[in-house]
Nanobody, 133 residues
Framework: QANLVESGGGSVQAGGSLRLSCAASGYTYSSNVMAWFRQVPGQEREGVAA????????YYADSVKGRFTISQDNAKNVVYLQMNSLKPEDTAIYYC??????????????????????????WGQGTQVTVSS
């Protein structure tokens, strides 16, 4: 049973930065994708960023491109989300997730297929990010 633990959320003013961390353990995928999703109460969960463990290819939602950076430390099984130039609309609960690397990952990278939460089997408990104007 995989276990994902997020940390690094908090409150910041618009224009500020936060770095989220997600430590993963107990999963058995030989090749995987780790992702960050976010959700505002009453709204659908949105895929924010993702990274493949093998080649390090990355995906970003248009809403965060140029502001957020996803990275990983494979030795420590940790994935990070560096969030800069934060906006009030970035306020949400941020979730870390892990899933197997699927052939459809290529379609996600090409923005042909959305980053779907259905592709991820294990999730963290979530961490709140609040950006005030």
């Amino acid at each position: 049973q995989a276990n994902l633990v997020e940390s690094g959320g908090g409150s910041v003013q618009a224009g500020g930065s936060l770095r989220l961390s997600c430590a993963a353990s107990g999963y058995t995928y030989s090749s995987n994708v780790m992702a960050w999703f976010r959700q505002v109460p009453g709204q659908e969960r949105e895929g924010v960023a993702a990274i493949a463990s093998g080649d390090g290819t990355t995906y970003y939602a248009d809403s965060v491109k140029g502001r957020f950076t996803i990275s990983q430390d494979n030795a420590k099984n940790v994935v990070y989300l560096q969030m800069n130039s934060l906006k009030p609309e970035d306020t949400a609960i941020y979730y870390c997730a892990i899933g197997p690397l699927r052939p459809t990952w290529v379609l996600v990278l090409q923005n042909i297929r959305p980053l779907s939460d259905a592709d991820f089997g294990y999730w963290g408990q979530g961490t709140q990010v609040t950006v005030s104007s």
